[in-house]
Protein backbone atom coordinates (compact mmCIF):
# COMPACT_ATOMS: atom_id res chain seq x y z
CA UNK A 1 0.00 0.00 0.00
CA UNK A 2 1.29 3.32 -1.21
CA UNK A 3 0.69 6.49 1.34
CA UNK A 4 -0.25 9.54 0.10
CA UNK A 5 2.06 11.44 2.09
CA UNK A 6 0.54 15.24 0.73
CA UNK A 7 -3.03 14.28 1.22
CA UNK A 8 -1.94 12.46 4.40
CA UNK A 9 -0.88 15.44 5.63
CA UNK A 10 -3.77 17.82 4.65
CA UNK A 11 -6.31 15.62 6.15
CA UNK A 12 -4.21 15.58 9.86
CA UNK A 13 -3.97 19.31 9.67
CA UNK A 14 -7.63 19.68 8.77
CA UNK A 15 -8.56 17.45 11.65
CA UNK A 16 -6.29 19.52 14.23
CA UNK A 17 -8.07 22.44 13.04
CA UNK A 18 -11.36 21.30 13.33
CA UNK A 19 -10.92 19.96 16.78
CA UNK A 20 -9.09 23.23 18.21
CA UNK A 21 -10.78 26.05 19.90
CA UNK A 22 -11.90 28.90 18.00
CA UNK A 23 -12.18 31.40 20.87
CA UNK A 24 -15.44 32.15 21.00
CA UNK A 25 -17.49 35.16 21.17
CA UNK A 26 -15.54 37.83 23.15
CA UNK A 27 -16.46 38.32 26.16
CA UNK A 28 -15.13 41.72 26.95
CA UNK A 29 -16.74 45.40 27.92
CA UNK A 30 -16.71 45.86 24.32
CA UNK A 31 -17.88 43.36 23.01
CA UNK A 32 -20.69 43.30 20.73
CA UNK A 33 -21.81 39.98 21.96
CA UNK A 34 -24.32 39.14 24.41
CA UNK A 35 -22.39 37.57 27.51
CA UNK A 36 -22.25 33.78 27.10
CA UNK A 37 -23.71 32.47 30.47
CA UNK A 38 -26.68 33.54 32.53
CA UNK A 39 -25.98 34.31 36.17
CA UNK A 40 -29.16 32.35 37.58
CA UNK A 41 -28.34 33.24 41.41
CA UNK A 42 -29.03 37.05 40.78
CA UNK A 43 -32.24 38.15 41.67
CA UNK A 44 -35.00 38.60 39.10
CA UNK A 45 -35.91 42.68 37.94
CA UNK A 46 -38.99 43.79 40.17
CA UNK A 47 -42.07 43.13 38.03
CA UNK A 48 -43.74 46.08 39.38
CA UNK A 49 -40.83 48.61 38.37
CA UNK A 50 -40.45 46.94 35.02
CA UNK A 51 -44.23 47.68 35.21
CA UNK A 52 -44.02 50.91 36.00
CA UNK A 53 -41.79 52.04 33.26
CA UNK A 54 -43.73 49.97 30.39
CA UNK A 55 -47.40 51.75 31.65
CA UNK A 56 -45.29 55.15 31.57
CA UNK A 57 -43.82 54.32 27.98
CA UNK A 58 -47.96 52.99 27.34
CA UNK A 59 -47.04 49.71 27.06
CA UNK A 60 -50.80 49.19 29.34
CA UNK A 61 -50.83 45.12 28.06
CA UNK A 62 -47.10 44.41 28.80
CA UNK A 63 -47.11 46.16 31.70
CA UNK A 64 -50.49 44.24 33.04
CA UNK A 65 -48.05 40.85 32.69
CA UNK A 66 -45.34 42.36 34.30
CA UNK A 67 -47.71 43.23 37.33
CA UNK A 68 -48.94 39.93 37.00
CA UNK A 69 -45.31 38.23 37.17
CA UNK A 70 -44.91 40.81 40.15
CA UNK A 71 -48.13 39.23 42.22
CA UNK A 72 -46.56 35.90 41.69
CA UNK A 73 -43.66 37.05 43.39
CA UNK A 74 -45.02 38.91 45.98
CA UNK A 75 -48.61 38.30 46.17
CA UNK A 76 -51.57 40.48 45.89
CA UNK A 77 -50.48 43.52 47.91
CA UNK A 78 -52.00 46.54 47.75
CA UNK A 79 -49.16 48.33 45.21
CA UNK A 80 -49.67 45.22 43.10
CA UNK A 81 -53.51 45.22 43.02
CA UNK A 82 -53.72 49.32 43.00
CA UNK A 83 -50.80 48.79 39.87
CA UNK A 84 -52.75 45.90 37.82
CA UNK A 85 -56.40 47.66 38.41
CA UNK A 86 -54.72 50.97 36.77
CA UNK A 87 -53.00 48.91 33.86
CA UNK A 88 -56.56 47.52 33.61
CA UNK A 89 -58.51 51.14 33.34
CA UNK A 90 -56.21 52.30 30.87
CA UNK A 91 -57.06 49.38 28.70
CA UNK A 92 -60.32 50.76 29.23
CA UNK A 93 -61.44 47.67 31.57
CA UNK A 94 -63.26 49.85 34.10
CA UNK A 95 -65.16 47.17 35.37
CA UNK A 96 -62.15 44.99 36.35
CA UNK A 97 -59.96 47.99 37.24
CA UNK A 98 -63.06 49.29 39.65
CA UNK A 99 -63.09 45.56 41.55
CA UNK A 100 -59.30 45.61 41.57
CA UNK A 101 -58.49 48.90 43.39
CA UNK A 102 -61.33 47.98 45.76
CA UNK A 103 -59.53 45.25 46.65
CA UNK A 104 -56.39 47.47 47.15
CA UNK A 105 -58.17 49.50 48.88
CA UNK A 106 -59.78 46.88 51.35
CA UNK A 107 -56.17 45.37 51.64
CA UNK A 108 -54.62 49.21 52.86
CA UNK A 109 -57.19 51.88 53.62
CA UNK A 110 -54.72 54.64 53.53
CA UNK A 111 -52.76 53.63 49.98
CA UNK A 112 -53.48 56.89 48.13
CA UNK A 113 -52.79 56.14 44.95
CA UNK A 114 -55.16 53.48 44.78
CA UNK A 115 -58.44 55.68 46.01
CA UNK A 116 -57.36 57.75 43.21
CA UNK A 117 -57.29 55.70 40.50
CA UNK A 118 -60.65 54.48 41.81
CA UNK A 119 -61.55 57.94 42.18
CA UNK A 120 -60.52 57.87 38.03
CA UNK A 121 -62.78 54.60 37.08
CA UNK A 122 -66.16 55.87 39.32
CA UNK A 123 -65.38 59.18 37.23
CA UNK A 124 -65.21 57.56 33.73
CA UNK A 125 -67.98 55.76 34.71
CA UNK A 126 -69.74 59.25 35.61
CA UNK A 127 -70.56 58.36 39.24
CA UNK A 128 -69.41 62.27 40.43
CA UNK A 129 -70.68 61.84 43.74
CA UNK A 130 -68.82 58.67 44.59
CA UNK A 131 -65.99 60.06 42.46
CA UNK A 132 -65.73 63.18 44.55
CA UNK A 133 -65.96 61.40 47.85
CA UNK A 134 -63.28 58.98 46.78
CA UNK A 135 -60.88 61.66 45.62
CA UNK A 136 -61.65 63.41 49.02
CA UNK A 137 -60.28 60.33 50.77
CA UNK A 138 -57.40 60.60 48.64
CA UNK A 139 -56.31 63.97 49.29
CA UNK A 140 -56.92 63.78 53.14
CA UNK A 141 -54.91 60.22 53.12
CA UNK A 142 -51.89 61.94 51.10
CA UNK A 143 -52.12 65.48 53.11
CA UNK A 144 -52.38 67.27 50.31
CA UNK A 145 -49.25 66.68 48.71
CA UNK A 146 -49.95 64.89 45.37
CA UNK A 147 -50.92 67.86 43.00
CA UNK A 148 -52.48 65.19 40.43
CA UNK A 149 -55.00 64.13 43.68
CA UNK A 150 -55.48 67.95 44.08
CA UNK A 151 -56.20 69.18 40.55
CA UNK A 152 -58.73 65.48 40.21
CA UNK A 153 -60.59 66.41 43.47
CA UNK A 154 -60.87 70.07 41.83
CA UNK A 155 -62.18 68.68 38.48
CA UNK A 156 -64.84 66.73 40.37
CA UNK A 157 -65.93 69.48 42.41
CA UNK A 158 -66.85 71.58 39.01
CA UNK A 159 -68.22 68.61 37.43
CA UNK A 160 -70.48 68.33 40.15
CA UNK A 161 -71.34 71.86 40.75
CA UNK A 162 -71.67 72.31 36.82
CA UNK A 163 -72.07 69.11 34.53
CA UNK A 164 -71.50 71.01 31.51
CA UNK A 165 -68.00 71.30 32.58
CA UNK A 166 -66.85 68.08 30.79
CA UNK A 167 -67.57 69.43 27.26
CA UNK A 168 -65.90 73.24 28.21
CA UNK A 169 -62.71 71.23 29.34
CA UNK A 170 -61.11 68.09 27.96
CA UNK A 171 -58.92 67.31 30.85
CA UNK A 172 -57.77 63.75 31.59
CA UNK A 173 -57.48 62.39 34.56
CA UNK A 174 -53.74 61.97 36.22
CA UNK A 175 -52.87 58.11 37.35
CA UNK A 176 -50.94 57.79 40.31
CA UNK A 177 -48.50 54.96 41.61
CA UNK A 178 -46.40 55.06 44.56
CA UNK A 179 -42.28 54.01 44.01
CA UNK A 180 -39.79 55.55 46.45
CA UNK A 181 -42.35 58.14 47.51
CA UNK A 182 -42.82 59.85 44.22
CA UNK A 183 -46.35 59.71 42.66
CA UNK A 184 -46.10 59.86 38.76
CA UNK A 185 -48.26 61.56 36.30
CA UNK A 186 -49.48 58.08 33.86
CA UNK A 187 -52.10 60.09 31.35
CA UNK A 188 -51.57 62.77 29.26
CA UNK A 189 -53.71 66.18 29.54
Given at each position: MRLNWPGLALAVILLATACAPTGGFRTTGDSPFAPSGVDRRQDSVDGLIVGHRLMAAGEYELALKAY????????????????????NLMLGRLGQAEALLRQAIEADETFPPAWNNLGVVLMERGELGEAERVFRTAFALDSGSSTQIRDNLRLALAKLENPA??????????????????????ATP
Open positions: YRAAGERGLTVDVLSAVGSAYDQQNNTTFALVRRGSGEYQLL
